[in-house]
């Protein structure tokens, strides 16, 4: 089930430029009202996203790209999926057929021409091993992310890939804002962001620890 915004009742902490262009949401908790408030509304920004499923539907990216312009390709392993994808007249981004633990990034990152810095990394596979699996796959140190999420299914797989995860960005230079995101009453992802980036008086009001998604709303 996916969070809905109201954006006749929702205010959101920071209103960012082009909220008021926004009238729903489309990812499962929030995450592409986080990544714009984080990132102040950018338009034109760029995207990978690994664990894709529906084009629209929970879809982290919809948003960014056909709101605000955003350029970007998601990765999904089940053809079906990625058929739908790549059949939905929305969505002019691509979308690859690939397991995201051996994909190639960095060939598919310079197909697009992008050089230094990525705006958004969404990780969403499961079982949450694999999730980790590609995150430590991705070309980090050569590619840095300003807004990461990685979704580690805590409440039904433990705390390692959690742990294992928060060690790994940590040592990165990646700020963790939200822990353990709960959609319900379930904790399930974590909340990233670079601090070269996203300054402090940004993401300080929206740090969280197993609290429901809608953290970024007053």
């Not at 002019?92 to 990394?121: M, P, S």
């Not at 991705?138 to 294992?164: N, Q, W």
């Not at 990165?172 to 992802?189: A, F, Q, R």
Request: proline content about 4%; glycine content about 6%; hydrophobic content about 30%.
């Amino acid at each position: 089930m996916n969070t809905t915004y109201n954006y006749e009742k929702d205010t959101l902490k920071h209103p960012f430029s082009g909220h008021t262009k926004v009238f729903e949401n489309y990812s499962q908790a929030y995450q592409d009202l986080f990544v714009l408030s984080m990132l102040k509304g950018k338009k034109n920004g760029k995207y990978v996203e690994v664990g894709a499923n529906h084009p629209q539907s929970m879809s982290n990216t919809f948003l960014l790209e056909t709101v605000f312009g955003w350029r970007g390709f998601s990765i999904e392993i089940e053809k079906s999926m990625c058929e739908v994808f790549n059949g939905d007249m929305a969505r002019q981004n691509h979308c690859y057929e690939a397991d995201g633990t051996v994909f190639d990034y960095e060939t598919a990152i310079k197909k697009e021409k992008w050089q230094g810095r990525i705006d958004y990394l969404s990780l969403d596979c499961e079982p949450p091993n694999i999730t980790f699996d590609v995150l430590k796959k991705f070309p980090l140190d050569e590619y840095r992310c300003s807004v990461i999420t990685f979704e580690h299914d805590s409440y039904k797989d433990g705390f390692g890939i959690m742990d294992a995860s928060r060690k790994y960005l940590t040592e990165k230079g990646y700020v963790l804002v939200c822990s353990s995101v709960c959609n319900g009453s379930n904790p399930y992802e974590d909340w990233w962001i670079d601090p070269y980036v996203v300054k402090e008086e940004t993401y300080k009001p929206f740090e969280c620890m197993g609290s429901e998604a809608r953290n970024i709303f007053i």
